[in-house]
């Protein structure tokens, strides 16, 4: 060890030891954004060195999985044995099922909000992509489909304050068409779960605008990279994240990245660290 690194090293050691140390039964306190992923499973999640994972609640039944005691039971006992949490929930079943349209789509908000009081999320991912897009193939809004997603959530979304849960819808919408159905719904517990690549990518929006229009209005963020890694192209993420430290957004970000190595816990560390770096 040369004379700089002893120096370095012991003047982190004495700032360190300075620190008031954590008073009995206190953690460390959490960072302000922690990553999460809904391609891995909770062991998964922590050999990739992740904080959380978000899972789906389960097809279009009448009882969703998520609601069955033996899979809630087994979430349970990961997060014990990995010490990570279950950050979010994912209705994916609305993109086949419309919350529009499907008359189980009310008991299928309760059930998740039950379920997600009881694991700990504070999140629920409520999808409207194919067949519940909220947008015509002119991108205008559907606005019977729209009137009716308006009243669904407004009735859920006491349930969901009181369970100190946040219904957060994601869509194709750019962030104005996102701000007007909010306003709409005017409830603090349905946000905008924004995705980066479904609206920048897939649709051509203006990510880093959307973000800024969306502050304070944001419930969480996926990003995910396509057949690319994140770290493969700057040009599109750097600014993202610009936006998201600008914005100063605090919460989870949710990786729904691809596998391009075939291996999904390397490839979900790198994409991770890679967004660790751009927002530090």
């Known amino acids: 060890m040369n004379r700089r690194s002893f ?9 360190a030891a300075s620190l008031p140390p954590l008073a009995w039964g206190e953690s ?5 954004i922690r990553f999460g992923a809904c391609v891995v499973g909770l062991p998964q999640a922590r050999e990739a060195g992740l904080e959380g994972i978000e899972p ?41 099922n419309p919350l529009a349209t499907d008359p189980r789509g009310p008991a299928w908000l309760d059930q998740s909000i039950d379920a997600a009081r009881d694991l700990g999320a504070k999140v ?45 819808i994601e869509n194709m919408l750019n962030g104005e068409q996102n701000a007007r159905l909010l306003d709409r ?3 603090e517990s349905v946000r905008v779960y924004y995705d980066v690549y479904n609206t920048g990518t897939s649709k051509g929006h ?3 605008a959307d973000l800024k229009l969306l502050k304070g209005r944001l419930a969480q963020l996926h990003f995910k990279n396509g057949p690319k890694y ?35 816990v390397a490839d979900v560390r790198r994409n991770a660290g890679y967004l660790r770096k751009l927002l530090a």
């Open 56 to 96: 789906g609640v389960g097809g279009p039944a009448d009882l969703l999985d998520i609601s069955k005691p033996e899979v809630r039971q087994r979430y349970h006992a990961q997060m014990k044995e990995t010490g990570l949490e279950v950050c979010s929930l994912m209705m994916g079943l609305l993109n086949s």
């Open 124 to 168: 629920i991912l409520v999808a409207f992509f194919g067949a519940g897009d909220l947008l015509d193939g002119k991108n205008q809004l559907k606005e019977a489909e729209a009137d009716e997603v308006v009243r669904r959530l407004k009735a859920a979304a006491p349930k969901a304050k009181e369970a100190g849960v946040i219904l957060g």
């Open 7 to 15: 120096l370095v090293r012991g003047g982190a050691a004495l700032t």
């Open 185 to 187: 719904i005017n409830h």
């Open 230 to 264: 994140l770290d493969e192209e700057p040009a599109k993420f750097e600014p993202i994240a610009a936006a998201v430290r600008e914005i100063g957004y605090r919460g989870w970000i949710v990786l729904e990245t691809s596998s391009p190595s075939g291996n999904a």
């Open 206 to 208: 203006n990510v880093p």
């Open 28 to 32: 460390a306190p959490k960072p302000a």
